[in-house]
C-alpha cells in the first residue's frame, strides 16, 4: 500500500525521506516515532531493576560483615569465659591451701596454737566450697563463687602465712580482671545481637545472648555476714 505524501502525518509518526543522492524519487515513508518516556529512564542510567538490584547486593553484604563481626564476638566471649572460669580455678586451689593451713595452726601469727572448733568449722566450709565452685555448672558459678567470697571474708587474715597472703592476692585479682574483660566481650555482643535488622533477619542464629558474670570481687573480712 503506497503512502499518501499530502496528508498530516498521525502523532507518533514523523517523516523519514530518502537522500537525494539515490535519485529514485520514491515517496517519503513513515515510520514510528520513539516514545520519549518509554526511554528517557534507560538514557540516563536510572533503569528501576538496576536500583533493586544494587539494593539486594547493598544488604547480602551488610548482613554478611554483621554476621561475621558476630560470630567473631561470639568467639572472643568464649576465649574469655575460658579465661575467667580458669583464674577462678586457680582461686579455689589457694583457697584450699588456705584452708588446710587453717586446720594445720600454721598461720603466721597462729603457728604454734591449737585450732579451735570455730577455725576448724571455717576451714571446712571453705574446702567444701571451694569444691563446689570448681564442679558447678556454669548457670550457678556465680553463685558458688559469691558464696566462696563470703566465707572467706569471715576468716581471719591473720591466720594465713605471708605466701599464701601474697598468692590468694594475686589469684583474686586476676579473677577481677578476667571478670572485666569477660563482661566487655559480653556487652559488646549483646550491644550488636540486639539491634533490630540482626534480630530480624536472625543473624545471630536462635542462641540467647550471652549473660554477664557478677560476683562479688573482694569483700572486706568481718563485713559479709
Known amino acids: 500500500m503506497t503512502s499518501d505524501p499530502h496528508r498530516d502525518p498521525d502523532p507518533g509518526e514523523t517523516w523519514h525521506e530518502r537522500s537525494p543522492a539515490t535519485g529514485t524519487g520514491e515517496l517519503p515513508i513513515l515510520s514510528p516515532r520513539p516514545d520519549p518516556q518509554t526511554h528517557r529512564g534507560y538514557a540516563h542510567g536510572t533503569d528501576p531493576r538496576r536500583w533493586r538490584i544494587l539494593a539486594v547486593l547493598l544488604v547480602a553484604g551488610w548482613a554478611y560483615h554483621t554476621a561475621h563481626r558476630l560470630d567473631r564476638l561470639n568467639v572472643r566471649v568464649d576465649l574469655a569465659r575460658q579465661a575467667l572460669e580458669s583464674n577462678l ?3 579455689a586451689v589457694v583457697v584450699r591451701a588456705v584452708s588446710a593451713e587453717m586446720i ?5 601469727a ?3 596454737t591449737s585450732v579451735d572448733d570455730g577455725v576448724a568449722a571455717q576451714a ?3 574446702a567444701t566450697l571451694a569444691d563446689r565452685a570448681e564442679r558447678a555448672a556454669p548457670a550457678a558459678r556465680e553463685d558458688a563463687e559469691n558464696a566462696l567470697s563470703a566465707a572467706l571474708a569471715r576468716t581471719d587474715p591473720n591466720r594465713r602465712s605471708a605466701a599464701l597472703v601474697v598468692e590468694l592476692a594475686d589469684a583474686e585479682t586476676r579473677v577481677m580482671m578476667a571478670r572485666r574483660f569477660y563482661n566487655d566481650a559480653v556487652r559488646d ?9 540482626v534480630r530480624w533477619l536472625r ?10 558474670f557478677e560476683i562479688i570481687e ?3 573480712p568481718g563485713q559479709a555476714d
Open 89 to 91: 580455678d586457680r582461686r
Open 203 to 212: 543473624l545471630g542464629g536462635h542462641a540467647a545472648p550471652p549473660e554477664y
Open 104 to 108: 594445720a595452726g600454721d598461720g603466721a
Open 189 to 197: 555482643t549483646r550491644a550488636l545481637a540486639q539491634r533490630r535488622p
Open 110 to 112: 597462729n603457728s604454734r
Open 124 to 126: 571446712r566450709e571453705l
Open 218 to 220: 573482694r569483700v572486706t
